[in-house]
T-cell receptor, first 116, second 110 residues
Framework: NAGVTQTPKFRVLKTGQSMTLLCAQD?????MYWYRQDPGMGLRLIHY???????AKGEVPDGYNVSRLKKQNFLLGLESAAPSQTSVYFC???????????????FGPGTRLTVL | SQQGEEDPQALSIQEGENATMNCSYK?????LQWYRQNSGRGLVHLIL?????REKHSGRLRVTLDTSKKSSSLLITASRAADTASYFC??????????FGPGTRLSVLP
């Protein structure tokens, strides 16, 4: 099993450009998440999905869109990149978090994005 | 606002010593998890402790949870250079999302 994979690993954008980050998981997890990590800030949740075809906003959703057309894939889009979106982006997945289940999150290796 | 806050922000110890990191949180939780992040990598789950548990062990890791004080500690015994990483606590409330703290950077010197 590959676990959680992310593409690309690195990307440099100019302000105003758009891009899509792809996350894929092969663990049949219902829940998928997109986080950004900035120095000294820990991880902040951008968007998440509780199942195929569903998405919801997290703590810092502005400037991002997501789609979950297939259970195994979760896409993060930046329509018009801004320097404030320079960050490391992590995707994660987990099984159902409701009562009793062991619900650790499995993380991808990250995408380092720089917006000039 | 962040639920979990780790303390200290950075910790430097010698190989073989024990490392203790603390996590404080603000609201009730269902479980608390600790994760490790090596430089340039994603987070890796270490251990989960449920709200009705007070202590758990996994190899050289010992986690305690005090719900009355809303705090948890992670102890790494007999540390190794390979333990050098950032450590994050994440609080979980059912029906809500994970909330991660800013992390503790641990350096284990050979």
């Amino acid at each position: 099993n590959a676990g959680v994979t992310q593409t690309p690993k690195f990307r440099v954008l100019k302000t105003g450009q758009s891009m899509t980050l792809l996350c894929a998981q092969d663990m049949n997890h219902e829940y998928m998440y997109w986080y950004r990590q900035d120095p000294g800030m820990g991880l902040r949740l951008i968007h998440y999905s509780v199942g195929e075809g569903t998405t919801a906003k997290g703590e810092v959703p502005d400037g991002y869109n997501v789609s979950r057309l297939k259970k195994q894939n979760f896409l993060l889009g930046l329509e018009s990149a801004a320097p404030s979106q320079t960050s490391v982006y992590f995707c994660a997945s987990s099984s159902d978090i409701l009562a009793g289940s062991y619900n650790e999150q499995f993380f991808g290796p990250g995408t380092r994005l720089t917006v000039l | 606002s962040q639920q979990g806050e780790e303390d200290p922000q950075a910790l430097s110890i010698q190989e073989g010593e024990n490392a203790t990191m603390n996590c404080s949180y603000k609201t009730s939780i269902n479980n608390l998890q600790w994760y490790r992040q090596n430089s340039g990598r994603g987070l890796v789950h270490l251990i989960l402790i449920r709200s009705n548990e007070r202590e758990k062990h996994s190899g050289r890791l010992r986690v305690t949870l005090d719900t009355s004080k809303k705090s948890s500690s992670l102890l790494i015994t007999a540390s190794r250079a390979a333990d050098t990483a950032s450590y994050f606590c994440a609080t979980v409330r059912y029906g809500q999302n994970f909330v991660f703290g800013p992390g503790t950077r641990l350096s284990v010197l050979p």
